[in-house]
């Protein structure tokens, strides 16, 4: 039954639990894909698993949103009005939150009223911080563990998208390939000078406004990636104990919505 996964790569015993579902026609009303580790499946297994048991025009996709990169409860409403109405294909309708982590309190528990009573929607709920997700939220869902991914797994996805990475680059990716093709979208998206820039921490107070000028308009995500990748760079060239305090700090600070451009002005100032 593993084969309607064959694009998938790992993940027997996430494949096996679907498959199963599919095979006998009994979909749980929700399901939580958890993983420790990010980039291992979730989002195309989540997706591939949608494609066999409802529609295209079915199926509701949420991200978190907002300078928080939260998902509040403007978002549930529409989750509500979504599988309030009858599927416009099939007979199910279904929602993928992803990241529902960052779901906020009071988002939560108008969730959890619709796990309830989910009517003829099926809830895929999509997180690698599976401790941050409320217990009863939990309890009403079958759990779909995703494990890390072997080397060679990893090896076989990225050739799969043609990306070749540096060795260095590929151990700050955890064995994550998903990880490995963000670090790989960040570094051909940095422009070339910026890049070069990069190579080294700012010497002068011209070239680091520079820098921070334009790391600080980049997403959240973005700079999330560009401050593990600049930490792990730079220790190794200069193993300044004292800008891994600098580092964690703009990483905190990301966090809790600071200005970008003060963390980025404080992390890059010689």
Not at 154 to 171: A, C, G, P, R
Request: glycine share 4%; aromatic share 6%.
């Amino acid at each position: 039954m593993n084969n309607l996964f064959t694009e998938i790569i790992g993940q027997h015993t996430a494949k096996l639990i679907l498959s199963s579902a599919i095979a006998s026609g009994k979909t749980a009303p929700a399901y939580l894909f958890t993983s420790t580790t990010e980039g291992v499946g979730k989002t195309k297994t989540a997706l591939v698993f949608a494609s066999y048991i409802s529609a295209s025009t079915d199926l509701l996709q949420i991200h978190p949103q907002g300078d928080n990169s939260s998902i509040g409860v403007e978002k549930v409403r529409e989750i509500i009005t979504f599988v309030s109405t009858s599927p416009i294909e099939g007979e199910r309708k279904v929602v993928i939150l992803h990241e529902c982590d960052s779901i906020t309190p009071a988002a939560a528990n108008a969730l959890l009223k619709t796990l309830e009573e989910p009517g003829k929607g099926v809830f895929i709920l999509i997180t690698s911080q599976p401790q941050n997700i409320l217990a009863t939220i939990k309890s009403r869902c079958q759990i779909v563990p995703f494990s890390q991914l072997f080397p060679d797994e990893v090896k076989t996805i990225l050739e799969s998208y043609k990306i070749s990475l540096h060795q260095d680059i590929l151990k700050l990716c955890s064995v994550s390939p998903g990880r490995a093709i963000a670090f790989h979208k960040l570094l051909n998206s940095i422009p070339e000078s910026i890049l070069d820039q990069l190579q080294v921490p700012p010497l002068d107070i011209i070239t680091a406004l520079e820098v921070s000028n334009w790391t600080s308009k980049q997403d959240k995500q973005t700079q999330a990636l560009l401050l593990t990748y600049l930490q792990t760079s730079w220790w190794k060239k200069t193993k300044n104990t004292g800008s891994l305090a600098k580092f964690n700090q703009a990483r905190k600070q990301l966090c809790f919505s600071v200005s970008p451009r003060n963390i980025w002005d404080t992390l890059l100032m010689p």
